[in-house]
């Protein structure tokens, strides 16, 4: 790479630090570029990126972002993984990483906060921002279908006792 290459390169990192929800570092040493292509094509189907660069212009991108934490986990061969919405990076990765054992979680960070390894898996487990609209819709839904149906309810018995009493006057 020339010096501006690098120079664009790292105005680029800069700028997904700056704008994502969530960075998760790792190690890959040992694996494959058919299994790197794979978790690639993976990240990006969920709307997540992987990028691998060299530790130095990473720290170098880092500096002046809220993710600055995270300077000390860039050691050894690192891929960076990163996403708009902070949960897709981490549960892609951490997917990925229990059918690779290559794969090392080294941690991240989400907006200020920096992650251990141990946050990265617990933030992970977490459902999606899409998954969570959706469960608020339903629980919203629910209390309104609820209502509808006690409001209902009267008027459908007094119907009933209506009809019973037709009958029984047809019958007499």
């Not at 251990?116 to 629910?142: N, Y």
Request: proline letters at 3%; a positive charge; hydrophobic letters at 45%.
């Amino acid at each position: 790479m020339e010096r501006a290459e690098k120079r664009e390169f790292v105005t680029e990192l800069n700028e997904v630090f700056k704008a994502s929800g969530s960075v998760v570092v790792a190690h890959y040493a040992g694996v494959t570029v058919a299994q790197m292509n794979d978790f690639r094509s993976k990240m990006r189907a969920a709307g997540g990126t992987v990028k691998v660069a060299k530790n130095r212009l990473a720290k170098i991108a880092l500096q002046g972002t809220e993710a600055e934490g995270i300077t000390d986990l860039f050691k050894g061969q690192t891929l960076i993984a990163f996403s708009n919405d902070p949960i897709t990076a981490p549960k892609v990765l951490m997917d990925f990483a229990k059918t690779n054992d290559k794969i090392v979680v080294l941690g991240g960070a989400m907006g200020t906060t920096t992650l251990t390894a141990d946050a990265v898996k617990s933030l992970a487990t977490l459902p999606s921002l899409d998954e969570l609209r959706a469960k608020l819709l339903g629980m919203i839904q629910t209390p309104a279908t609820r209502i509808a149906g006690v409001v209902q309810a009267p008027a459908a018995q007094l119907a009933r006792v209506f009809a019973a009493y037709a009958k029984k006057d047809e019958a007499a």
